[in-house]
């Protein structure tokens, strides 16, 4: 069996062989595996295979196999959120997605590893081990979805399911060379996924190409009764694939291209840039005055809303539990020995800035400020049809770098986060290498024009081989 095969691919080794023989052999890729990719992989998947074989199944995933964070729930399978205080505990039900999959037909391979809790741009705060970037095994994958991002571009899985709070899909996307759509906020039901920040994460899709990813949003968008920021507003995205960007009117922010950048990052995204000129689209400089707030802005707000989120993880009905004394002491130690570093620093910073005397100087103060960050892409999206910049501002770094200081880490985010805020859709696809190392490219729409989005990216697969490229580290 190939490693790395597209949706299109697998489903003619099905017809080939059997859904069960191609099952078998991702799980077989999965044994031998260098990264850390997965937090558990699933006894059922050759159960799921061999009734797809018997019974027959003509859904749009119809045996494909996927593989999902483990922040989102699969009925029998652990959510450990990459985090010691979800030990144990097993969903009893299915995320929204995760329904919409299996009426599908999709496989699910396992859950992947991640940042504990989100919280990370790097995969290195998982309770489950840091998983290693298939590019260079001594280098991160991104995060928080970096499970997921790297067992695509290792060839352990076609598609994989990532949660996007501020750049947790395009970040790993953008490492390891794989393409990732944070859609626009509302587009897929967040029910079934523990909230970090409610009003910034979005579930998002991973896979080698953006036919693909297409494919896996017609399948998981959709209004859903039970999340109430999910938005009835359902849309073909296989339409999207169309080879054609003439007339297009495309924007660079200025702001993204800032102190900091990696100059072969800044040149190959001014390079796919003019491509797209030579395909007949057109180009201008915009400004974004208020986007040099808006990490500082996102960061007060999500830390905030985790601070309310991760109060329910107490030991009291689920998950790790340090039996104290009496109950406060139960609750102290539980949750002083369940959650990491990391996640205890951004409930300390976010209690903080909720607090009495606080509230209005941070976090209301950060609310505002995402409206301003939102007029600036209104204003800039008005006018132009997308924006596009880097995804990151340099490629993968090397694992424990930049683990130790948090303020650098946080900058990574610069160039995501943005986004999140706004709540507007954007794709990361890969636009060149650096000392053998992915770069990412950032297409950013205006909101539920996804279909946009993705027309601009998939032109650019068709003129380019970036996605086609492999990792030698695992091949």
Not at 182 to 205: D, F, H, I, M, W
Not at 287 to 293: D, G, V
Not at 394 to 414: C, Q, R
Request: glycine share 10%; hydrophobic share 40%.
């Amino acid at each position: 069996m190939a490693k790395w095969m597209s949706v299109a691919q697998v489903k003619e080794q099905i017809e080939e062989s059997s859904a069960e023989e191609v099952i078998s052999g991702y799980l077989e890729v999965i044994k031998k595996s260098k990264i850390n990719g997965y937090i558990t992989v699933s006894e059922k998947a050759i159960e799921q295979a061999k009734k797809i074989d018997d019974e027959g199944q003509d859904g749009l995933l119809a045996g494909v196999p996927i593989a999902i964070k483990d922040n989102i729930s699969v009925k029998g399978l652990p959510n450990s959120c990459g985090s010691r205080i979800l030990e144990g505990y097993i969903p009893p039900f299915n995320a929204h997605v995760v329904e919409k999959l299996l009426v599908a037909g999709a496989v699910i391979l396992g859950k992947t590893n991640m940042d504990e809790f989100a919280m990370g741009s790097s995969t290195e705060t998982s309770y489950f081990g840091p998983t290693a970037n298939p590019w260079d095994l001594e280098r991160v994958p991104g995060g928080s979805s970096g499970g997921s991002a790297a067992v695509i571009a290792a060839g352990e899985a076609p598609l994989a399911l990532g949660s996007d709070t501020g750049g947790s899909v395009r970040c790993p996307a953008a490492f390891c060379g794989v393409v990732g759509l944070k859609p626009t906020y509302g587009v897929v039901s967040r029910y079934g996924v523990v909230a970090y920040a409610n009003s910034l994460e979005q579930v998002g899709p991973l896979a080698n190409n953006v036919a693909d990813i297409a494919i896996l949003m017609d399948v998981i968008a959709g209004y859903d009764r039970r999340d109430s920021t999910s938005i009835d507003r359902k849309m073909a995205y296989q339409k999207a694939l169309v080879n054609d960007v003439k007339g297009l009117k495309i924007g660079i922010p200025k702001e993204f291209f800032g102190e900091g950048i990696h100059p072969d990052v800044e040149k190959a995204v001014w390079n796919s840039i003019h491509k797209y000129e030579g395909l007949g689209a057109t180009w201008e400089e915009v400004s974004m005055p208020n986007i040099k707030y808006a990490l500082a802005s996102y960061y007060i707000i999500a830390m905030s809303e985790a601070s309310s989120n991760l109060a329910r993880f107490d030991g009291t009905r689920y998950g790790f539990r340090n039996n104290g004394e009496n109950w406060n002491a139960m609750v102290s130690k539980t949750r002083a020995e369940g959650f990491g570093t990391e996640v205890k620093r951004r409930i300390l910073l976010g209690t903080y800035a909720l607090s009495a005397g606080y509230h209005d100087k941070y976090y209301l103060k950060a609310l505002k400020v995402r409206t301003l960050v939102k007029q600036d892409f209104d204003r800039a999206l008005a006018k132009i049809d997308l924006l596009m910049a880097p995804t990151m501002p340099n490629p993968a770094f090397k694992i424990g770098e930049k683990i130790e200081d948090p303020l650098t880490l946080y900058l990574s985010d610069v160039n995501t986060c943005p986004i999140n805020l706004a709540g507007v859709p954007s794709i990361s696809i890969s636009c060149g290498f650096t000392d053998g190392l992915p770069i990412g490219l950032q297409i950013i729409g205006r909101p539920f024009e996804e279909l946009t989005v993705l027309r601009a990216a998939y032109t650019f697969e068709q003129i380019t081989d970036y996605h086609t490229k492999r990792p030698l580290e695992v091949a």
